[in-house]
């Protein structure tokens, strides 16, 4: 059989012509835009660049606007961690605002009500709850649960301080500034004068306490100090927080916790309570607070225990960045809890006063908002939490910290000294956040009552029972007022 060639590239034309009359019809009938196959392999439309390790994009320019409130932890473990975070994320630039008067700065700029000058982030806040409240502030839950960049896989949840996470400050249920450091407060003492006398440092009952405030004063040394002139420094040692460990020994911490937290009802006239400030009246009685405290600051309460005038000062664990430069040569900090409970094996509660971290202005672009959160996580980072006990004197919050002994031995006497309490004790720190507040000015007046009677209580001059009495009055009308 004879083929016509001829015949077959004539057909072979006209189906060709055919199939690009109709991938011109089915072209033009659905859009002008490239094939499928085409916009797939398009420069063009390749997939944008993003960091593996958040889904962030490279390629988007984000400058993060922070207040940053400089205080006793001093800005240098900040700065590098903004420059370790640039040297990661290059497309990220900070503008921050350093401020010992950041709370005013805030507060301005709340006023003012305009987003655009708002800082993204910043380190604090006069009243959180409000600007929750306003919707202002953006949630923080899910920081939580992100999988820190040094922690073998594990989120800053499991990362945390045993106790950290539940303790953490939180506004209607929620997270809105994930801490990024631990600190604490309670009974601060010299270990040298301790052991040269054969004192108790770890008294795990109340009996056992006040025998070790005994054992002190004999010595003719004052067995507690503190600043008169802020009696909020008495709250270190013997706070609120203690009002949970009470309740705990009375099988009553669920209706107290939501008592303080809510404020659903007075606390002053509650058993726990009540016999919190009888401890300390029975202290101020036994002349076991230094005579004449009412006049003391800070600085000369805490010069008291550097001289060994007295044995221990009711502060926090920043007492010795702050003290640093009169610490005598062999002087070594050492930390208790106030024991309240009467077996050695009931939980001592520890003050907490974490570092709230960063909030975030709730009305900025999402991409900011999620750098924003980013650096929050990278302030976890075992390096920069290093540089926050070498240089700013404060505990870690991540619990394997102290694993690597040299990151260890870059901890100050002092957060190392509760850090090991809490290792050596059956301990549960307590932040005493509250989920509310009261704005009747009935509350303030309540707690300035027992403001001003602190100092007379601990002297063993001032019964505190009409003085509860008296706040709790108060506060029931200020919790009156704000149920209407």
């Not at 270190?236 to 669920?254: P, Q, W």
């Not at 002994?405 to 301990?427: E, S």
């Amino acid at each position: 059989m004879k083929i016509n060639k001829k015949a077959i590239w004539v057909s072979l034309f006209c189906l060709a012509a055919s199939l690009s009359l109709i991938g011109c019809s089915d072209k033009n009938e659905q859009s002008p835009s490239a094939s499928p196959l085409a916009e797939k392999n398009s420069p063009a439309a390749a997939e944008p660049k993003v960091y593996e390790e958040n889904g962030l994009p490279k390629d988007e320019k984000v400058t993060l606007k922070v207040g940053f409130f400089e205080g006793g932890m001093g800005r240098e473990y900040f700065d590098y961690a903004i420059d370790t975070f640039k040297k990661k994320f290059p497309n990220v630039e900070f503008a921050v605002t350093y401020s010992p008067d950041m709370t005013k700065i805030i507060t301005t700029k709340v006023s003012a009500n305009n987003d655009n000058d708002m800082f993204d982030m910043f380190s604090t806040a006069t009243d959180a709850l409000s600007l929750v409240k306003a919707g202002k502030l953006e949630p923080q839950d899910d920081v939580w649960d992100r999988k820190a960049y040094d922690g073998n896989g594990k989120t800053l949840k499991e990362l945390s301080l045993d106790g950290q996470f539940d303790s953490a400050p939180r506004f209607l249920g929620k997270s809105y500034a994930v801490p990024i450091v631990s600190s604490g407060g309670g009974l601060f003492f010299d270990k040298a004068l301790f052991e040269q006398h054969g004192w108790n440092q770890n008294p795990k009952t109340w009996k056992e306490f006040v025998e070790l405030c005994e054992a002190i004063k004999a010595k003719g040394i004052i067995p507690i100090t503190y600043p008169g002139k802020f009696p909020g420094y008495l709250t270190n040692g013997f706070g609120d927080y203690k009002l949970f460990e009470l309740a705990n020994l009375k099988e009553n911490l669920n209706k107290v916790e939501d008592n303080f937290r809510n404020y659903t009802q007075s606390l002053y006239m509650s058993p726990e309570s009540v016999e919190l400030w009888s401890h300390i009246y029975e202290l101020g009685k036994k002349g076991f607070f230094t005579e004449g405290v009412a006049a003391l600051n800070h600085t000369q309460s805490q010069m008291q225990v550097l001289q060994h005038q007295a044995a221990m000062v009711s502060t926090g664990v920043w007492v010795q960045n702050e003290m640093k430069d009169s610490t005598p040569q062999n002087f070594k900090w050492g930390f208790m809890s106030v024991p309240m409970g009467n077996s050695p094996d009931d939980t001592i509660w520890v003050r907490n006063t974490t570092s709230e971290g960063f909030f975030i202005w709730a009305a900025k672009p999402e991409l900011t908002k999620k750098w924003a959160k980013e650096f929050s996580v990278w302030l976890w980072n075992l390096d920069i939490q290093g540089a926050i006990a070498e240089k700013g004197g404060q505990l870690p919050i991540r619990k394997d910290y102290s694993d690597d002994q040299t990151r260890a031995g870059k901890l100050q006497d002092a957060p190392r000294a509760l850090l090991d309490y809490m290792k050596r004790n059956k301990v549960r720190i307590e932040s005493e956040f509250r989920a509310t507040n009261l704005t009747d000015p009935a509350a303030a007046q309540a707690k300035k009552v027992m403001s001003d009677a602190a100092s007379e209580i601990a002297s063993g001059k001032q019964d505190p029972l009409p003085k509860l009495k008296e706040a709790d009055e108060l506060l029931k009308k200020a919790i009156e007022a704000q149920t209407k």
